[in-house]
């Protein structure tokens, strides 16, 4: 967010940057709107065509758990990426409205434009990041009609992956700042290289 900021400082020298940028976001949260809502769409089809109203109705009157618990399983996969498809669409009009203040000029020097427009990025990107959560959510809730062994397993695998992949632990900053010192050392031989070769 602070590039954002630097970016906001000049609107109309930055501004095709960060309309392009946004524009890459907005394209994101799109595709994964439109992969959400289409598979809420096949999911309520797949129940409505399977299971019978007056049937299912007495099944569940009767008490058949089977059922029951399988409507369940397809209710927490379709009611997952509804709260994808939501969150990914208040996504797209935050990072939409950011696109329409960050090329005016007026923001220019002004300190309470600038964080007014980088609170609401900031709000596009915790609802893209809610959006995607959901994602992530429904994997062990697909495998949950496989039975609870496979859940089990996609949540361990999950929570292992997510954990690397947010938090900063020491273990995951001493990889961060590992590969840096790879890049850097490898772009320190590369440029002594080359100037050995023009030195000579």
Known sequence: MLTFCIVLQDPIK???LSVQTLRNNIMASTLLATTAITLSSLISVFVSSTSNTANTSSQLVYGN?????SSIKYFSILLCFLVAFLC???SIRYYAHVSFLSTLPTSQGRRECIEYVVRNLNRGSFFWSLGLRAFY????????IFGPIPMFVCCCVMTLMLYFLDTTTSFTRLLHSHSIKEESVNRDIEGNHQLSISAG
Do not use: A, D
């Open 137 to 144: 959510l429904s994997f062990p809730l697909f495998l949950w």
């Open 65 to 69: 758990k089977t059922s029951l618990l």
């Open 14 to 16: 930055n501004g095709v």
């Open 88 to 90: 990914n669409v208040q």
